[in-house]
């Protein structure tokens, strides 16, 4: 499903098995859910074994992939990626960094959030756009706004280790909101920082029971040159 959302020099593995083949993490990654719980252990240890799947598919060895400041996976030198896992699906993006500057992936089920969440995550010029309260709807529209907000961040923190609150992007779906369920969006920051661009263009998918997301920021992207 994510090889739909991002471009073909993009690599990309998913799963929707949430247990990983016995024996596929390095010892590094052991230590770092040494004391997680059971679902914890086999969700970190499927989406690295997609990532490992998209590092054979760009020519790398297989590598670890280990976690930096809140939790941010650091991946092989000259490349750029990006996981995602919810309940029922794992999945891995991996880019050179001649081509991909950042990437962004989020998985969520394509299901109502839970009772306050809405008002948390969505702004107002957000709300007037988008309607949550829709008689069985084929997309859950608060969902898939909380994904593509999760993308831009995903793409966004690496590249400045800045702290992004949901009320800093402004996202805009495209796609007939009565019919489709896939799509792109637009998000505008609503907040700088010098070398990052201000507006990310992404796409959505919601399929098989999930919502997923992606933003792809290119090498070449245009950059803002203001102060944080």
Known sequence: MIERLVPAYVASADTYDVDAPAGTLYPEEEQLIAASVDRRRHEFAAVRACARRAMATLGLPPAPVLRGVRGMP?????????MTHCDGYRAAVLARDTEV?????????????????????????ERAR?????????????????????????????????????????????????????????AE????????????????????????????????????????
Request: charged share 20%.
């Open 130 to 186: 988008i309607s949550v309260d829709v008689k069985d709807p084929a997309v859950h529209w608060g969902r898939l706004l909380f994904s593509a907000k999760e993308s831009v961040f995903k793409t966004w923190y690496p590249l400045t280790l800045i702290e992004l609150d949901f009320s800093e992007a402004d996202i805009t779906f495209h796609g007939d909101p009565d019919t489709a369920t896939e799509g792109t969006f637009t």
């Open 74 to 82: 650091l991946w092989p030198a000259g490349t750029v990626g990006s």
């Open 189 to 228: 920051l609503l907040r700088t920082a010098p070398g990052m661009p201000t507006s990310y263009a992404g796409k959505w998918l919601v399929e098989d029971g999930f919502a997923v997301t992606s933003i792809v920021l290119s090498a070449d992207a245009p950059v803002c040159r203001g102060d944080v």
């Open 101 to 125: 500057r950042g990437m962004g992936i989020d998985a969520e089920p394509n299901a109502p959030l839970p009772p306050g969440v809405w008002e948390v995550i969505s702004l107002p010029s």
